[in-house]
């Protein structure tokens, strides 16, 4: 990547990451104080409409106060039982117009006891008559009935500051009803001085019905539901935060979704039980306002830091980067041209001119020693290559000496004395060899130990062939090595057809003569029935005499009780063969694997990593590939020779 690029990513991540903290930040620190500011002003849209119904619910008092501190009224009810009802009074005040024209959809007046005198309920926004029998029948109501004005003035004083007043028989709050909540006030019947006796009790109530519900949005600007708290229509969600809401006198919060936010209360009725369940539906204006100047913050940083990273792009491309480029190319040129001499004469006086003088410098120390390393690096290899050699004719020596010894050993010990020791006795008898043969208790032993010498015999011949034909194939392989040694400044491969399964046996037969201790070992051979092939049949019998004698030597220093070779030929595809040796030795550690065909690395402390790194070159001379795998030390190791099966074409 050039460095241009990578200042602009390096300068492009600075300035998106402090975006993003910054950004980060603001929503950590600035976000909540918007979401408190919101929650406030949602309990302050609650409690508003929360006054706003005990506003109502006040209203409505004042109404029947008006009502219950009126001669008027006070006369309609001290009238004794069998008199005629006033019918203008009733005409005048009571009509259906009257109570709704003081928006009332309830009125009861009573006598002490509870006896009704009148009564009239209507449906909230019409003129249809109710009946509820169960709250407020009208024929008399219950005289223990809470809004009876008599009940009320008995009620304790510690009431009070449950809007029952003792003094004068005040009652205002809420019911429910089996119409729905309502909002209630109850007052006593007196005359217009306020003084009594009291004659009895004059209710008023009002539905808080969707109609009222409505008003009141329309009041507060604020839209809100109301459930009863003992019907089953609250929803779910709301059932699920019961308990939290009627555990506190505070307001409940909670946020919605992204765009409402609820606020909970209860309202209690004139029995001070919570009645009502109060949910206030506030929209998130101050939250939305507040991402959005959130957003509009990240742009103007976003557009800030694009402003600086120009700026200083611009900068560094005048100051750092211009420059920079023309020591590169300039270092790109000279190496395709392989000219060291050419010079940069970069004329500054900053770091980059220092920098161009000491290249130019280094160029023209370069050029000095340019020649020694170049011979250098070829005696170098010359003495790589002779190493190799030396390496691999020391592997066959190894092989030839021991045929040889065995040959010394099966002479040095030849039954050729016993044979002259019948020729003796032959001589002995000339005349009567048959009768000695056949009488003397001597000549009886003569024909059986003649057939054990001879078997004896034949048994040394075979043995000495065998070896006389190993002697013969590594002195071959020894005179193959020389040769390639010889012709190493211009080397051609010999290639001919070969069968690889009599090649392995050949490999497997030299890497067991060249170590002592490795007859006990277990061979397994799995091979492919493969047919002829074009090979340089010398330089792979090299390489698996290599890999064999290394696996053989592995599995003698790891003391394996049960050393195990396995030697597999397979196809590898149309074009391709494999041949895998693997065993179960020491094995080869992760971190060696990258390393096991370098020159001059080993493991072994008599080793002088040679014949893998020669192993590995031989295989890339023939096209092929040469891989080892391994689980670890003391697991073994897997040695993969892949080779083309036709002879590759070189350019």
Same mark, same amino acid.
């Given at each position: 990547m050039l460095l241009r690029s990578k200042m602009v990513l390096i300068l492009s991540a600075v300035v998106v990451l402090y975006a993003v903290v910054d950004h980060a930040a603001q929503r950590v620190l600035i976000t909540p104080s918007f979401s408190a500011l919101e929650r406030e002003e949602a309990r302050e849209d609650l409690q508003r409409t929360v006054d706003a119904i005990k506003s109502e619910i006040q209203h409505l008092d004042m109404r029947c106060l008006d009502w +219950?501190?009126?001669?008027?009224?006070?006369?309609?009810v001290a009238a004794p039982p069998d008199a005629e009802p006033d019918q203008a009074y009733i005409d005048s005040n009571l009509g259906r117009k009257a109570v709704l024209g003081d928006h009332a959809d309830l009125l009861f007046i009573c006598k002490p006891g509870g006896e009704v005198v009148w009564s009239d309920i209507t449906e909230p926004g019409s003129v249809k008559k109710l009946a509820m029998r169960s709250d407020f029948p009208r024929e008399a109501l219950s005289p223990s009935h809470p809004l009876l004005a008599e009940n009320a003035a008995a009620a304790e004083t510690a009431a009070t500051r449950k809007k029952i007043e003792p003094e004068n028989g005040k009652v205002s709050g809420l019911v429910m009803t089996e119409h729905g909540p309502m909002m209630i006030a109850s007052r006593a019947i007196l005359t217009s001085a306020g003084t009594g006796p009291m004659? @009895?009790?004059?209710?008023? #109530?009002?539905?808080?019905? *969707?109609?009222? $519900?409505?008003?009141?949005? &329309? =009041?507060?600007?604020? &839209?809100?539901?109301?459930? *009863?708290?003992? @019907?089953g229509a609250i929803p779910e969600r709301e059932l699920a935060r019961l308990d939290e809401i009627t555990s506190t006198t505070e307001f409940v919060v909670a946020e919605r979704d992204d765009e409402l936010v609820d606020v909970y209360t209860t309202i209690e009725d004139i029995q001070h039980a919570p009645a009502l369940l109060l949910r206030a539906n506030v929209e998130r204006a101050i939250s939305a306002r507040g991402s959005t100047s959130i957003r509009y913050a990240l742009i103007s940083t976003m557009a800030a830091g694009l402003l600086l990273l120009l700026v200083l792009l611009g900068v560094l491309q005048k100051t750092v980067l211009a420059p920079i480029a023309l020591l590169t190319n300039h270092a790109v040129d000279m190496g395709k041209q392989e000219d060291a001499s050419v010079k940069l004469e970069l004329k500054r006086d900053d770091e980059i001119g220092i920098l161009s003088r000491e290249f130019d410098d280094m160029l023209e120390?370069?050029? =000095?020693?340019?020649?020694?390393v170049v011979e250098a690096a070829r005696a170098a290899g010359k003495s790589e290559v002779a190493t190799g050699i030396l390496h691999n004719v020391g592997n066959v020596l190894n092989t030839v000496?021991?045929?040889?010894?065995?040959?010394?050993?099966? !002479?040095?010990?030849? &039954?050729?004395?016993?044979?002259?020791?019948?020729?003796? !006795?032959?001589?002995?008898? *000339?005349?009567?060899?048959?009768?000695? $043969?056949? &009488?003397? /208790?001597?000549?009886?032993?003569? %024909? *059986?130990?003649l057939t054990e010498l001879a078997k004896l015999m034949t048994t040394d011949q075979e043995t000495i062939e065998r070896e006389v034909v190993v002697l013969n194939s590594g002195i071959e392989h020894i005179r193959e090595l020389v040769d390639s040694q010889q012709s190493y400044a211009k080397r051609s491969e010999l290639r001919e057809p070969t069968r690889v399964a009599p090649l392995l046996d050949s490999?497997?037969? $030299? +890497?067991e003569q060249a170590l002592v201790d490795c007859r006990k070992t277990e061979v397994v051979r799995e091979y492919e029935d493969l047919p002829a092939m074009p090979l340089d049949k010398h330089k792979l019998l090299e390489i698996l005499v290599n890999l064999l004698k290394n696996a053989r030597e592995s599995m003698q220093r790891s003391n394996c009780e049960t050393p195990r070779l396995v030697v597999a030929l397979r196809r590898a595809g149309a074009d391709r063969f494999r041949i895998e040796i693997t065993d179960n030795g020491q094995g080869i550690a992760a971190e060696s694997l990258t390393r096991i065909f370098s020159h001059g690395f080993t493991t072994h402390a008599a080793g002088h %990593?040679? #014949?893998?790194?020669?192993?590995?070159?031989?295989?890339?001379?023939?096209?092929?590939?040469?891989?080892?795998?391994?689980? @670890?030390? @003391?697991? %073994?190791?897997?040695?993969?020779?892949?080779? /083309?099966?036709?002879? /590759?074409?070189?350019?």
């Open positions: +219950s501190a009126w001669d008027d009224t006070y006369r309609f004659r @009895g009790t004059l209710i008023m #109530g009002k539905f808080l019905g *969707p109609a009222m $519900i409505k008003e009141l949005e &329309r =009041q507060t600007s604020v &839209r809100f539901d109301v459930w *009863p708290m003992d @019907g120390k370069l050029a =000095q020693s340019r020649a020694a000496n021991v045929s040889a010894t065995l040959v010394a050993d099966r !002479v040095r010990n030849s &039954r050729v004395a016993k044979l002259q020791r019948l020729v003796s !006795v032959v001589e002995q008898h *000339p005349s009567d060899l048959g009768e000695f $043969i056949a &009488r003397d /208790p001597k000549g009886k032993h003569f %024909g *059986p130990y490999a497997l037969k $030299i +890497s %990593g040679f #014949g893998l790194h020669g192993a590995a070159n031989s295989v890339t001379e023939m096209g092929g590939k040469l891989t080892a795998q391994s689980q @670890g030390v @003391g697991f %073994g190791a897997v040695f993969t020779l892949e080779l /083309p099966a036709v002879a /590759p074409i070189k350019a």
